[in-house]
Nanobody
Framework: QVQLVESGGGLVQGGGSLSLSCAAS????????MGWFRQAPGKEREFVAA?????????YYADSVKGRFTISRDNAKNTMYLQMSSLKPEDTAVYYC?????????????????WGQGTQVTVSS
């Protein structure tokens, strides 16, 4: 099994910055992808960003966050990060980290097998 634990959520003013972390433990895989998703009240869970855990670690972003959010990884710590800047009220959501234990990244939540408990991010206007 895999355990994913997010941290770093909170309340921030519009235009501000916030950083999230996701620490993975448990079973290991040779090739996998980790991603961030978010879900706002009354809305479906949506893709935010993903990073491949092989080779150079290709990254992928939703258009809505491109240029404002940066996803990164620390192999030694088995930890993924999401640096969020220029935050907007519409970024308010519960942010989830997820792991896809296969080669090949994906923007679809159904392709991820393991999920964290989520962390709340609230951006005030």
């Amino acid at each position: 099994q895999v355990q994913l634990v997010e941290s770093g959520g909170g309340l921030v003013q519009g235009g501000g910055s916030l950083s999230l972390s996701c620490a993975a433990s448990g079973r290991t895989f040779s090739s996998y992808t980790m991603g961030w998703f978010r879900q706002a009240p009354g809305k479906e869970r949506e893709f935010v960003a993903a990073i491949a855990w092989w080779n150079i670690g290709s990254t992928y972003y939703a258009d809505s966050v491109k240029g404002r959010f940066t996803i990164s990884r620390d192999n030694a710590k088995n930890t993924m990060y999401l640096q969020m800047s220029s935050l907007k009220p519409e970024d308010t959501a519960v942010y989830y980290c997820a792991l896809r234990p296969k080669y090949g990244s994906s923007r679809y939540s159904s392709d991820y097998d393991y999920w964290g408990q989520g962390t709340q991010v609230t951006v005030s206007s």
